[in-house]
């Protein structure tokens, strides 16, 4: 389905319908963002960072390729089934085997961790062949669009 936001608050009202379907049927530990520059991949996983209670100041990773932070079951929910968001922005990476040479192989075999790719074509042959993704889209200065695959059913 698609999303469309008019503001920050809006797409923060997407996360929120992200992260239900993560508690209600996580088919999947990683997700692709895919989406132009400035289309609001990091402004979203910002939104999904504070639902999850991550009081860490959450910035792009495109300089240091992944970040990861703990998740607050106090505040996720005790039920929540992911303890590490791994943050990933691919833009810099030109092959999976790039993303493999920084270890992620072995963040993706923990079923604990929670892994969001920006930029998820640049490294496609390194994501498990069932990654969701996710579509955003710049519309205007306020406006983005986010577009979840119809399997997700959000
Ligand atoms: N409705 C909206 N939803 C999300 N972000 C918005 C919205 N309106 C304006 N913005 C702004 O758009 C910008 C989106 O930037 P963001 O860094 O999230 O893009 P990105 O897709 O991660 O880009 P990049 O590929 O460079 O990493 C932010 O500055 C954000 O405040
Ligand atoms: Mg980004």
Not at 15 to 30: D, I, K, W
Not at 33 to 42: C, Q
Not at 62 to 78: H, Q
Request: aromatic fraction near 10%; proline fraction near 6%; charge should be negative.
């Amino acid at each position: 389905m698609i999303h469309i936001s008019h503001s920050l608050s809006d797409t923060k009202k997407v996360a929120e319908l992200f992260v239900a379907y993560l508690c209600a049927q996580p088919t999947s530990n990683t997700f692709g963002f895919s989406g132009d520059l400035g289309s609001g991949k990091t402004a979203f996983t910002k939104c999904i960072a504070e639902l999850l209670g991550i009081s860490e100041h959450v910035t792009s990773p495109t300089f240091v390729i992944e970040k990861r932070y703990p998740i607050d079951a106090r505040v996720a929910g005790e039920d929540f089934p992911f303890k590490v968001l791994i943050h990933i922005d691919a833009y810099r990476l030109e092959s999976g085997e790039e993303l493999n040479a920084i270890g992620f192989e072995r963040d993706l075999e923990d079923p604990s961790h929670l892994i969001l790719v920006e930029w998820p074509e640049r490294v496609i042959e390194a994501l498990p062949p069932t990654t969701p993704i996710i579509r955003f889209s710049f519309v205007s200065e306020h406006i983005r669009t986010v577009e979840f695959p119809d399997m997700m059913g959000i």
